[in-house]
């Protein structure tokens, strides 16, 4: 318990295995509940270039001090304190909870109890604790014109575990992560930046799913929800997102990975945003 135009290079292979984005995506008209509802296995993204391997945190965060745990399993699921800090990560809390479940050859689900699963994400300024996380730290925003300064936060966590309990549930607690450009261009007419001429990664969370004997589950959570901060803003940039957006995925599974946070209906969660979603593994 706690007491509590530019390129980046290292990010060329976000689009490895990717298709090129497909027609345009439409309106964003369901939330995770209703690609569930669809009966559909969570699908895969991309691992990113910023998963926490030992050696790769700029500021090692290290909870447990069993070094023979990899740091990527060393913290727990509350990723907006750090043990032993007094001050709480900054940005706008959320909590994301569920279960992780497996899907047989019938379609009948069952819940994984043991699964172990590990989050990450950018701080609520779009910068991760990772030394390869070096270009654009500063940057103006695509609308407004304005600076943005991704900076490091010293009282995030950045990633965390959680084993699911008997009946397979899970929940971790953080921020919402700022997003931040990938590719940043310039059209004829301007100077200026647009969503028109780079692309921009919408916030988002990373997570690993592992259980015994099925085959290993990465892929990327998006928001929306019309108290989530920014939230027009945002589902622009999740309407344009390469990734997201892949071909590979229909529209059904990019639908099935947005998810709507909302305030908690039994009042049992006060200081977030609570956003549901259930991980389906299948073979």
């Not at 701080?123 to 730290?137: E, I, K, L, Q």
């Not at 892929?219 to 920014?230: A, D, M, P, R, S």
Request: hydrophobic share 35%; with cysteine; charged share 25%.
């Amino acid at each position: 318990m706690k007491n509590k135009t530019n390129m980046f290079s290292r990010r060329n292979f976000l689009r490895t295995g990717l298709g090129t984005v497909g027609a345009a995506a439409g309106t964003l008209i369901t939330n995770s509940a209703f690609g569930q509802m669809l009966n559909l296995k969570t699908p895969r993204q991309t691992l990113g270039p910023f998963f926490p391997d030992d050696g790769d945190p700029v500021h090692e965060v290290r909870e447990n001090l069993d070094f023979r745990l990899p740091i990527s399993e060393a913290n727990d699921n509350d990723l907006t304190l750090i043990n032993g800090h007094q001050e709480t990560a900054r940005g706008q809390v959320v909590y994301i909870k569920g279960k992780v479940l497996f899907k047989d050859s019938d379609n009948t689900k069952s819940p994984l109890p043991g699964a172990v699963l590990i989050m990450w994400n950018a701080s609520a300024s779009g910068r991760y604790n990772h030394r390869g996380d070096t270009d654009a730290h500063r940057f103006q925003h695509p609308i407004t014109g304005e600076w943005i300064e991704r900076k490091l936060d010293e009282n995030f966590q950045h990633w965390g575990r959680c084993i699911t309990d008997a009946e397979g549930n899970y929940w971790f607690k953080t921020v919402v992560p700022g997003f931040y450009p990938v590719r940043i261009g310039k059209d004829n007419e301007s100077d200026k930046p647009s969503l028109g001429n780079s692309w921009y990664r919408p916030p988002h969370l990373h997570f690993m799913v592992t259980a015994p004997g099925i085959p290993q589950l990465v892929t990327q959570l998006y928001f929306k929800g019309n108290q989530i901060e920014h939230n027009d803003f945002i589902q622009k940039l999740n309407a344009k997102d390469a990734i997201l957006r892949s071909e590979r995925l229909t529209q059904d599974e990019q639908e099935n990975i947005i998810i709507e946070y909302k305030k908690d209906r039994a009042n049992k969660i006060t200081d977030g945003l609570v956003g549901n979603y259930d991980f389906v593994l299948t073979f």
